[in-house]
């Protein structure tokens, strides 16, 4: 069952394929894009980072939604990995008041959590406007790199 | 058995005044203590001896006449409901006991369709019933309920549900981590590994998949189980709809070199369903098929409308479950034992886990196998369409 989920979890978009062959471009000629990871969990968010910097990116790391809005004003990243059980703010009061400024209002997010509560994925993608509900567990890195990939502006 | 039983019953709660008062009167004194003391008919002896039996059941018992008056209302109904016997007895069942339906829980993990009687101050509890008519001949002389409190077992059974979910979260973290950092080193990004490395890291990594998808089970059962799945149902074009499915099974066992047909009329209808959740019972169905084939064996998906039903047939030729385990095989874990030896990686909750579905979805399921033939699965869907149900959780898809 699990290897399936993979495929459908993805939303909005079905030319993964294409999109992901592009993803092959040399990245370093053009001024870096930044990605914030906010996550708690330390392993993942080391994970996420490594694999993003491999790929040419600059990463930003925030332990908690507190950090990341603070981040997110003064780095302006082009893309935010948003994860959204955390203490001191969780991710989904995050993605509410960045939504709240009308800077951030468009900024792709993708939510990557291991709670796939139909609250959690109502709340975050058709209230706040994430870009994609991705279940951590069933996911690999290659796979969130890719999604990402897809809504980097 | 039940009829004398009751008879005898109905004799004794209906005699005159004055027998009501002595059986209030055999109640405080022990009738059973009584009978070694007293040299009393063997007649009389006997419907102490009901009447004792009943007394002391232990669940609610009220037994009422043809008009609805209860004519008995034993200790563990008074316990219960907290009317006294003497309050009870005479006056309709509907004054005693209010009862209320809830349909569709808001919150907590109690199941769908749950009765609850009301107490006497008010109070509500959780109940399971039975309710029989009792008769002479074909008069009904009147109904027998009884009844238990099941807030124990409802709340185990939430403290379960709230578990297997809680847990399931907790562990899907740490598996995200090995499935991730295993994910990284196959794919050469901490240098690249000797064939040796890369083979042991596929094991590992094979693991991590199957750990998942228990998981991902267990979560998905506890939130069928929890009755707050929501039915969200489309008009699907079905043909295209199980195209995909049948596709993404045969990439996935193309190593095994099945023969996977897909039978299905061009013109056949939209229906109405939810695709998130047949999805499941189609994938679970076909890589069942899949597993429990040998490699190059049919798999044929044959879908067709009969009645108000459309009709999904999934047979193979594999190896089939033994037919003194037929019984078992919708049970939660239940694996087959001729398939135990098999190399395959089953959880045993695939079966329960799409029963449950099609039950969701007003649906049937039912089967045909024999050892070493194969097995066929049909269910039905109606055609008229899955109404809608609304609750607080969806399975990850």
Redesign the interface.
Known sequence: ?????N???LVGDKNTTSQAANSNLPTQSTPQKKVLIVED?E??AN??A??FT?EGYDVLKAPNGQVGLDMTTANKPNIILLDLMMPVMDGKIMLHKLREMPEFKTLPVIVLT??????N?RETQFYDNASAFL????V???QIVETAKKYIV | MLLSFVKKMFANTHSSKQSEETSDHANSTHPLAQLEETPISSSLQEKLRYESLLANIGEGLVVTDKSGHIITFNKAAVSILGWSEQEAIGRALSEIIDIEYNNQPETGGAKSHTLYFIRKDKTKFPVATTVTSYVQGTNILGTITLFRDITNEQNIDRMKNEFISLAS?QL??P???I???T??LI?G?AGSLSSEQLKYMESVNTST?RM??L???LLNISRIESGRI?VEPAAIEVKKFIEEIVD?VKI?YADKKQQINLTIPDNFPHVTFDPRLIR?VY??LL?NAAKYTPEKGNINVKISQKDTDMISEVSDNGYGIPENEQNKMFEKFYRGTNILTQPSDGTGLGLYFIKSIIELSQGKIWYKSKVNEGTTFWFSLPLAGTPAKK????L??
Do not use: C
């Open positions: 069952m699990g290897l399936f989920n495929i459908k979890i969990e392993l993942l994970a996420l490594l694999k491999h291991n709670a796939g509560d139909a609250d994925m279940i951590k567990s069933n690999n890195p290659d | 979260h899907r973290t598996l995200a981590a499935k991730w950092y994910s990284m794919k990004d998949e998942i998808d998981v991902n089970s929501i993404e996935r499941q994938v679970n890589t609750g607080a959780v969806i990850d898809n």
